[in-house]
């Protein structure tokens, strides 16, 4: 038996919440095992694209969507050799992609901070049989709207022709390969429309060795973004969880007259074959996040947080 009532509450800087609904409620035969997980051989985890989202929210709160950099580096065509070889190299291809960037910004008198993910182009892996990796990223590209940009579109190209041959051990020229702009409407939406569908290969193959050649971690983001995130993640007081328990279906029925963007109810199976509520995932708007009742606001950090 599981029991939900352990499940922690989350709430995320930019709303995000995750919480248990029962208090008592206990799942029949759904508990496995123990076992070990091989990082890179599962899609991302919910856990991860929330710490994605929440760094890049936290860019574009300090910074103005105007001035971050949504940038897109991917491979020419290699033989499939090749790209093996360079998906087995794929930690020390992020890592110096992330060190170069960093060089470039401070070089601009920016800090460099930086979100990254890593994506499967799956329309060329149904196309050709071969898994082509490719990253996004964002970071603050100027200081303001009148600076220059820190690294150009020419200069942006270069950098990543540099990664790959580095890896590879001989020039290589990608003229076309990375691609830079400028964000124009959400940053968080931009990289969660790729963080999606990034790793959906994993539930596409069966072939072991395909698997196993897979990045290790389909995200990465410098410290100081992550620590944030989690130094301002929180656990809702005991009351507001009460309100929560005591409104949401109201909200489900009424979401655009609630205080949540979007609402989902996590449903199981209980031991007399009933399906009950036991989980509550959703985004809370920013004007509720500081309108709640004094009495209602988020408690403390999370444990691990401190």
């Not at 208090?23 to 890179?40: C, F, P, Q, T, Y």
């Not at 005591?246 to 655009?256: F, Q």
């Amino acid at each position: 038996m599981v029991f939900f009532n352990k499940l922690p509450t989350m709430l995320h800087p930019n709303g995000e919440a995750v919480m248990s609904l029962s208090l008592s409620a206990k799942a029949h035969n759904r508990v496995k095992g123990k076992s070990v997980r091989l990082r890179g051989v599962r899609p991302q985890t919910s856990y991860s694209k929330r710490m994605v989202r929440n760094c890049v929210y936290r860019l574009e709160s300090l910074h103005g969507k105007h001035n971050l950099a949504f940038a897109t580096y991917t491979l020419k065509d290699f033989d499939e050799i090749v790209v093996f070889r360079l998906l087995r190299n794929w930690g020390e291809i992020t890592r110096q992609f992330k060190q170069k960037l960093e060089r470039e910004l401070v070089k601009a008198g920016i800090e460099p901070q930086i979100v990254y993910v890593t994506e499967i182009q799956m329309k060329r892996f149904r196309d050709t049989g071969i898994p082509y990796p490719h990253i996004h990223a964002v970071f603050q590209s100027r200081k303001n709207r009148y600076s220059e940009y820190a690294i150009s579109t020419e200069r942006n190209t270069e950098l990543w022709s540099e990664v790959v041959s580095n890896v590879l051990g001989e020039p290589v020229e990608m003229p076309t390969a990375a691609e830079i702009k400028t964000i124009r409407k959400s940053a968080e939406g931009y990289i969660s429309k790729y963080m999606s569908k990034g790793s959906d290969i994993v539930n596409e193959t069966d072939n072991e060795h395909l698997k196993a050649t897979l990045p290790k971690s389909w995200w990465g983001a410098t410290l100081s973004l992550r620590h944030w995130v989690k130094a301002n993640t929180k656990v809702f007081t005991e009351k507001t969880k009460e309100y929560i328990r005591a409104n949401y279906k109201r909200w489900v029925d009424d979401i655009e007259n609630s205080p949540f963007e979007y609402l989902h109810v996590v449903q199981i199976e209980n031991t007399h074959g009933e399906m009950i509520p036991v989980c509550l995932v959703g985004k809370i708007r920013k004007y509720h996040l500081h309108k709640f009742p004094a009495n209602y606001l988020i408690d403390r950090p999370m444990p691990w947080a401190v």
